[in-house]
């Protein structure tokens, strides 16, 4: 992939397979020279590069993290390409959740608080976990739009945004056993940057914008870490996730009633 | 400069500089660089009370009343910040005599 910087005239990507897409210099244009394949192939490079982009040109933080909404806030899932954030979504999903975002989550502060939005509600899921599911579970991923070395779902959207409540990051570990949760105490700036998005926009106003949001997050948002250990599935992280969720979110309805 | 000097001097955090504070540091980034410089919790409040007052000598009476310690040991530490600031384009400062 190779991306062309032109202050004036935007960022032009020129991608093989996946055409070409120039995001204008302020964000609110993407022109798209796609190649002749369907929608869901090129429209993967669009969701996952050209939008977060232009998101981070209007003014958002975009971190690469998957994110989900229980009862109103939004849990973000943070991890390397390829750990499983993708198919603990998947999970959460399953259990009640509602799909925030796949790949980006575009954040912002506002009134003291950040604020996570919506991206694409799709879901591209391994092979190998689709194998896992059972045949109830499918039909509830939403419309399958594609298929390839993944399976494409189109979830129902929810568009809503929602304040951001906790982020997990999730870490593969030699032990076996069930997944783990625990916190990581002080997330300095480095942790939360090795997660953003877009680093090749520098402009003062945007470097400024995402230290405010790192620093709110870090200040504000607690970041736990969940052990995925040797032989434990997608589907057993998510419920670690959850179950350790709706503790928090007990923990913080006491204290708000005491 | 003296270490007098600088703690009478008028020091300024110019506007290529913006700092936040995060749960165990404070984030200090020269927007003129991209460069990004960590404090520790009492460099971070330093730096913050030299932005407010903007002389070291008011600043460092806050901290000493903060901390319980003596105004010169503060002020001691403060012009050893500020050194390490200025070289790091950070802080700007305009002697008493100009």
């Known amino acids: 992939m190779r991306v062309e910087v032109d202050p004036d005239g935007g960022f032009m990507f020129r991608v093989p397979r996946f055409?070409?897409?120039l995001v204008s210099a302020d964000g609110t244009q993407i022109l798209c020279a796609p190649p002749r394949r369907p929608p869901w192939f090129w429209e993967r490079f669009l969701l996952a590069r050209a939008l977060p982009l232009a998101a981070t040109l209007?003014?958002?933080?975009?971190?690469?993290?998957?994110?989900?909404?229980?009862?109103?806030?939004?849990?973000?899932?943070?991890?390397?390409?390829?750990?499983?954030?993708?198919?603990?979504?998947?999970?959460?999903?399953?259990g009640g959740a509602r799909l925030l975002t796949d790949d980006a989550l575009s954040l912002e502060r506002r009134d003291g608080r950040v604020i996570a939005h919506a991206g694409a509600s799709l879901l591209s899921v391994r092979s190998a976990e689709m194998r896992l599911l059972a045949r109830a579970e499918t039909p509830r991923l939403g419309t399958r739009i594609g298929s390839g070395a993944k399976r494409y779902f189109a979830l129902e959207p929810d568009p809503a945004p929602a304040p951001l409540a906790a982020l997990?990051?999730?870490?593969?570990?030699?032990?076996?056993?069930?997944?783990?949760?625990?916190?990581?105490?002080?997330?300095?700036?480095?942790?939360?940057?090795?997660?953003?998005?877009?680093?090749?926009?520098?402009?003062p106003a945007r470097l400024a914008r995402q230290l405010d949001v790192l620093?709110?997050?870090?200040?504000?948002?607690?970041?736990?870490?969940?052990?995925?250990?040797?032989?434990?599935?997608?589907?057993?992280?998510?419920a670690a996730l959850a179950e350790h969720a709706a503790t928090l979110d007990a923990g913080r309805a006491a204290e708000s009633r005491g | 400069?003296?270490?007098?000097?600088?703690?009478?001097?008028?020091?300024?955090?110019?506007?290529?500089?913006?700092?936040?504070?995060?749960?165990?540091?404070?984030?200090?980034?020269?927007?003129?660089?991209?460069?990004?410089?960590?404090?520790?919790?009492?460099?971070?409040?330093?730096?913050?009370?030299?932005g407010r007052h903007g002389t070291g000598r008011a600043a460092a009476a806050e901290l000493a009343t903060a901390y319980g310690v003596p105004t010169d040991e503060v002020e001691r530490d403060l012009v050893e910040l500020c050194n390490d600031l200025l070289q790091?384009?950070?802080i700007e400062v305009c002697r008493p005599d100009e």
């Open chain 2, 1 to 50: 400069m003296s270490p007098d000097d600088l703690l009478d001097s008028t020091i300024r955090i110019p506007d290529h500089v913006v700092y936040r504070e995060f749960a165990s540091e404070t984030v200090v980034l020269n927007l003129g660089t991209g460069k990004y410089h960590g404090l520790n919790a009492t460099g971070g409040r330093m730096l913050d009370a030299l």
């Open chain 1, 168 to 203: 997990y990051q999730l870490v593969r570990t030699e032990p076996t056993g069930a997944p783990r949760v625990t916190t990581v105490p002080h997330p300095g700036v480095g942790q939360l940057m090795a997660s953003s998005f877009i680093s090749f926009v520098r402009q």
């Open chain 1, 58 to 94: 209007r003014g958002y933080e975009v971190l690469h993290a998957g994110a989900v909404v229980r009862d109103g806030r939004a849990v973000g899932i943070l991890g390397d390409r390829g750990v499983g954030k993708t198919s603990v979504s998947l999970h959460l999903v399953l």
């Open chain 2, 88 to 90: 790091r384009d950070l």
């Open chain 1, 19 to 21: 055409g070409r897409y």
């Open chain 1, 215 to 238: 620093a709110a997050i870090s200040r504000g948002v607690p970041l736990f870490q969940v052990e995925l250990t040797s032989g434990s599935t997608a589907r057993d992280a998510a």
